[in-house]
């Protein structure tokens, strides 16, 4: 058995924000989720700057949405989690300040970029710095899980870690789109970061789901008589959504073949659906902390339908992407970020705040606008695209507003952490 050397020295910070890494990058990626869909909706409708020609509005709003909020929150959550499975500390303090700081130096490259910022220089220089910064961020993340993986031998983390080189490459070639002005490029690098994203929700989500899952319905019930609850697993199963998700992504990236698209998608649609119901407890429906979780896998087995009939019925692709980026990226998020903050600050996972109905409805509001609706009214689609930036904006309001004074305030019980 691996032995793992505790520190001699109990660790500090500046401030409980840093003690680990979920403390400071929820609070930051629940900000920017408003800061960045409030400059979405001024963008969309054309009330800045931004330069068109060197790069689509488009792919300006779906690159900050996953290596800007999405990326954020893994990072929360690996660098976070990565210390639970392996014993190691991760960066802490000052050291994680560094890291974050090269996330906010990116992100405000592209807000001075989508808003047209002229200080007197290029507008693409707003970008050269996001570069710099944002390769910094994904290399000193990645550099500290693979240390740690690499000090307790646990190569089973590796399919992680290829995940996080394969968004550093992604990321990479979305700058070098735009810097070469080839906007095919770009969007082949905002494409695999997204899918990537994806990958990891589902990877991520079956360890920890069905964990969540057992832990928040083993509980005593009124009668004071405790409920062991065992939610089912299948290693076909997750190999075969493994498979079919692998070839869905290779298919709709390089090859959009309508009928491989068909096929991969529903495959990982019903794989997923059958997970789904080993999964299902009726007692999920008390908890929002577990519905939550339920929902968006839900979401997301919906939106891989959509893929699946897109080519056969005319509606846009973007109703299917969106679909997905709503529940695997917007609900499957902010879900984790609510339970994670409360177990991990010391805080009862059976006594969360009470609007977190509210937040999660607010999400599901998004996913019913943004993608439901077009789908049988497009003659009031501009409507239904602002209802559901209002109500993402609302939802993480509401989530900051109940969140951020608990990833700011030390623990409880006085530990570290």
Same mark, same amino acid.
């Given at each position: 058995?691996?032995?793992?050397?505790?520190?001699?020295?109990?660790?500090?910070?500046?401030?409980?924000?840093?003690?680990?890494?979920?403390?400071?990058?929820?609070?930051?990626?629940?900000?920017?989720?408003?800061?960045?869909?409030?400059?979405?909706?001024?963008?969309?409708?054309?009330?800045?700057?931004?330069?068109?020609?060197?790069?689509?509005?488009?792919?300006?709003?779906?690159?900050?949405?996953?290596?800007?909020?999405?990326?954020?929150?893994?990072?929360?959550?690996?660098?976070?989690?990565?210390?639970?499975?392996?014993?190691?500390?991760?960066?802490?303090?000052?050291?994680?300040?560094?890291?974050?700081?090269?996330?906010?130096?990116? =992100?405000?490259?592209?807000?001075?970029?989508?808003?047209?910022?002229?200080?007197?220089?290029?507008?693409?220089?707003?970008?050269?710095?996001?570069?710099?910064?944002?390769? $910094?961020?994904?290399?000193?993340?990645?550099?500290?899980?693979?240390?740690?993986?690499?000090?307790?031998?646990?190569?089973?983390?590796?399919?992680?870690?290829?995940?996080?080189?394969?968004?550093?490459?992604?990321?990479?070639?979305?700058?070098?789109?735009?810097?070469?002005?080839?906007?095919?490029?770009?969007?082949?690098?905002?494409?695999?970061?997204?899918?990537?994203?994806?990958?990891?929700?589902?990877?991520?989500? =079956?360890?920890?789901?069905?964990?969540?899952?057992?832990?928040?319905?083993?509980?005593?019930?009124?009668?004071?008589?405790?409920?062991?609850?065992?939610? =089912?697993?299948?290693?076909?199963?997750?190999?075969?959504?493994?498979?079919?998700?692998?070839?869905?992504?290779?298919?709709?990236?390089?090859?959009?073949?309508?009928?491989?698209?068909?096929?991969?998608?529903?495959?990982?649609?019903?794989?997923?659906?059958?997970?789904?119901?080993?999964?299902?407890?009726?007692?999920?429906?008390?908890?929002?902390?577990?519905?939550?979780?339920?929902?968006?896998?839900?979401?997301?087995?919906?939106?891989?339908?959509?893929?699946?009939?897109?080519?056969?019925?005319?509606?846009?692709?973007?109703?299917?992407?969106?679909? $997905?980026?709503?529940?695997?990226?917007?609900?499957?998020?902010?879900?984790?970020?609510?339970?994670?903050?409360?177990?991990?600050?010391? =805080?009862?996972?059976?006594?969360?705040?009470?609007?977190?109905?509210?937040?999660?409805?607010?999400?599901?509001?998004?996913?019913?606008?943004?993608?439901?609706?077009? $789908?049988?009214?497009?003659?009031?689609?501009?409507?239904?695209?602002?209802?559901?930036?209002?109500?993402?904006?609302?939802?993480?309001?509401?989530?900051?507003?109940?969140?951020?004074?608990?990833?700011?305030?030390?623990?409880?019980?006085?530990?570290?952490?």
């Amino acid at each position: 058995m691996q032995s793992i050397k505790l520190p001699s020295n109990p660790p500090t910070s500046p401030h409980p924000i840093f003690n680990l890494s979920f403390r400071i990058f929820f609070s930051a990626a629940a900000v920017f989720a408003i800061v960045v869909m409030t400059l979405w909706a001024f963008v969309f409708t054309g009330h800045t700057n931004i330069d068109v020609h060197a790069i689509n509005p488009l792919y300006w709003h779906g690159h900050e949405m996953v290596y800007g909020y999405a990326l954020a929150v893994v990072a929360g959550f690996l660098l976070t989690a990565v210390k639970t499975w392996t014993g190691v500390m991760m960066p802490h303090g000052y050291k994680l300040l560094g890291i974050f700081t090269c996330w906010l130096l990116a =992100r405000v490259g592209w807000l001075a970029f989508g808003l047209g910022i002229d200080i007197g220089m290029a507008q693409s220089a707003w970008l050269y710095l996001a570069a710099m910064f944002d390769m $910094l961020f994904i290399g000193s993340m990645a550099f500290v899980i693979f240390r740690a993986v690499l000090q307790v031998k646990q190569y089973k983390q590796m399919g992680i870690l290829a995940k996080l080189a394969l968004l550093t490459l992604g990321n990479g070639l979305c700058y070098w789109g735009v810097i070469s002005a080839n906007m095919n490029v770009t969007k082949i690098g905002m494409y695999l970061g997204f899918y990537l994203i994806i990958g990891l929700v589902l990877t991520i989500g =079956r360890r920890v789901v069905p964990f969540f899952i057992e832990r928040g319905l083993s509980i005593p019930n009124a009668a004071g008589v405790a409920e062991t609850v065992t939610v =089912r697993n299948s290693k076909a199963q997750d190999i075969a959504s493994l498979l079919f998700y692998l070839a869905f992504f290779l298919t709709d990236l390089f090859y959009p073949n309508p009928y491989l698209l068909t096929v991969t998608a529903l495959g990982v649609a019903l794989v997923n659906m059958v997970r789904l119901m080993g999964w299902y407890h009726r007692g999920i429906w008390q908890k929002p902390l577990l519905w939550s979780l339920f929902v968006a896998f839900l979401g997301m087995c919906l939106s891989f339908v959509l893929y699946a009939l897109q080519p056969w019925v005319g509606y846009n692709h973007s109703i299917a992407l969106h679909g $997905l980026a709503i529940a695997g990226v917007g609900m499957m998020t902010i879900a984790m970020m609510s339970r994670v903050s409360l177990g991990h600050t010391g =805080r009862s996972i059976h006594t969360p705040p009470k609007t977190l109905n509210a937040i999660f409805g607010l999400m599901v509001l998004v996913f019913i606008s943004r993608v439901l609706l077009p $789908l049988v009214d497009m003659s009031h689609y501009s409507l239904w695209i602002m209802m559901a930036q209002g109500a993402w904006i609302g939802c993480f309001i509401l989530f900051c507003y109940s969140y951020l004074r608990i990833l700011a305030s030390p623990r409880p019980d006085g530990l570290f952490g």
